[in-house]
């Protein structure tokens, strides 16, 4: 009997006629029109089941009166039952309208229409997935920097590895940019003490740190010592509310003034930088594939942003709301997740969903637009393309073998790596039908874009 009322619960479907256009141009809404007899029998049916496991005191289990389980769980039956009775009845409309749906749906009251004696009729609204039309590429003009690693780049580097590896020795003699400094300092304002505003055996490099600049400099010219007296105003936005905007008088001493020593560009060095053999020319060597390696990643990300650009600006489509929404959200919760990780307290920090909307409408549709150029021109990551990005990625770390293990041994890294791959198919097939240009850019400018020459 239960057997047979299962297979009986297959409701009748109507899909709803085409609406008038609504305001969102992929909303689509379906009757569902379920005979109440079948939700009826269906409940009977769990209602039988949940008295199989059910435990009332007097009662042996399984031996509770049907009218007693129907008492306490006769609701919970029936709105189970109408649950799953909806569930069939929308997956067969949306498998009889052929609608490629996105996200989830809601149930509605059915408005207007009524509903026959012994039926149950509700409306289901739910999103689909947008037509998308590949559109011609080849008036979009892509700008593909050419950067050269040459020698002044590596011996730059160089010199940043030996700054990072200096020593410091005291000095007797003014401080200088660059110098190590120990000072005790004293700040007023308007004459008084302030918190924050003191401190005693101060050290900090010159030039190096994240103070104010008038605070920075104020050493430059002073030896071990000698003191000065210096205003420094601060921003209209510091992040401390009583100085902004307000000018402080500080008091400085300087206690010690030690000048760096940089090291030599030797065996040890090569060594220091992981060179077994201390081969100053195999580091040289290797200093150079690191920084094309880097070139090259860069290079890619800027030609990759401008290819995206492009195709969103030549694809105008509409997106599913739903899948925005729910793209926000996930934004908004890792934003609390890396606050959380710089040691914030987050529990009761507000983070707003619709401040993501902006980013999240943009990848959503981006993401679509992407799987369809996927599935329309069969763009999916080959094995082969993505053991050679993990082994590429795998050159700029000590170990390369252990972290190639690393992403095959977790199904979503390895995932995460194929959707790069996937990303770059885009990207190569994009270039093959956009006209590319060369443009030779400087190397220190090219890396270091926010650092005046």
């Keep these: 009997m239960e057997d047979q009322n299962v297979q009986n619960l297959e409701p009748n479907t109507e899909a709803a006629p085409a609406a008038e256009a609504a305001a969102n141009p992929l909303e689509r809404k379906v009757t569902l029109r379920i005979p109440a007899e079948r939700i009826a029998n269906e409940t009977q049916r ?124 005291e000095v007797d003699r003014p401080a200088e940019k660059g110098d190590r400094v120990t000072v005790d300092f004293v700040g007023t304002l308007d004459g008084e003490p302030f918190e924050g505003g003191s401190a005693t055996d101060y050290v900090y490099v010159i030039g190096e740190s994240r103070l104010l600049p008038e605070f920075d400099t104020a050493p430059v010219g002073l030896k071990a010592g000698e003191k000065k007296t210096f205003d420094v105003t601060f921003p209209e936005h510091y992040g401390a509310e009583h100085l902004a905007g307000k000018t402080a008088q500080f008091e400085l ?37 690191s920084l094309e390696r880097e070139v090259k990643a860069r290079i890619d990300s800027e030609v990759k942003r401008q290819v995206f650009d492009h195709l969103l600006a030549k694809h105008d489509f509409p997106v599913p709301q739903s899948l ?46 992407i799987a369809e150029i996927v599935k329309q021109f069969e763009l999916v990551a080959k094995p082969e393309q993505v053991r050679a990005l993990i082994e590429e990625m795998a050159q700029n770390y000590d170990d390369p073998q252990a972290l190639v293990k690393w992403y095959y041994e977790n199904p979503q890294r390895l995932g995460n790596a194929e959707a790069v791959v996937i990303e770059n198919n885009v990207v190569g097939w994009a270039l093959e039908r956009m006209t590319v240009k060369e443009e030779p850019r400087d190397f220190e400018s090219f890396m270091n874009p926010n650092v005046a020459a």
């Design 253 to 289: 001493t300087v206690k010690k003034v030690e000048a760096p020593q940089l090291p030599e560009v030797d065996a040890e060095f090569a060594k220091s930088l992981g060179i077994e053999d201390g081969d100053v020319a195999k580091m040289r060597d290797e200093i150079r594939a």
């Design 46 to 169: 769990l209602i039988k089941q949940y008295a199989r496991s059910v435990k009332m005191p007097g009662f042996r289990p399984g031996k509770v009166p049907l009218k007693l389980v129907e008492r306490m769980y006769g609701s919970e039956a029936r709105s189970e039952a109408l649950s799953k009775a909806i569930e069939k009845a929308l997956t067969e409309a949306i498998q009889q309208g052929e609608y490629r749906v996105a996200g989830g749906y809601r149930i509605d009251p059915v408005g207007d229409e009524p509903a026959a004696e012994g039926e149950f009729v509700v409306e289901a609204a739910f999103e689909i997935y947008p037509e998308i039309e590949i559109v011609d590429l080849k008036e979009v003009e892509v700008v593909k920097p050419v950067v050269t690693v040459d020698d002044a780049a590596v011996e730059r580097t160089i010199e940043v590895l030996r700054k990072q590896r200096a020593t410091f020795v």
């Design 324 to 369: 925005v929404a729910s793209e926000a959200q996930t934004l908004a919760e890792n934003a609390k997740r890396d606050l959380q990780m710089l040691g914030m307290k987050v529990d009761n920090l507000p983070v707003d969903p619709k401040w993501f909307e902006e980013e999240a409408q943009r990848r959503v549709r981006l993401g679509l637009l």
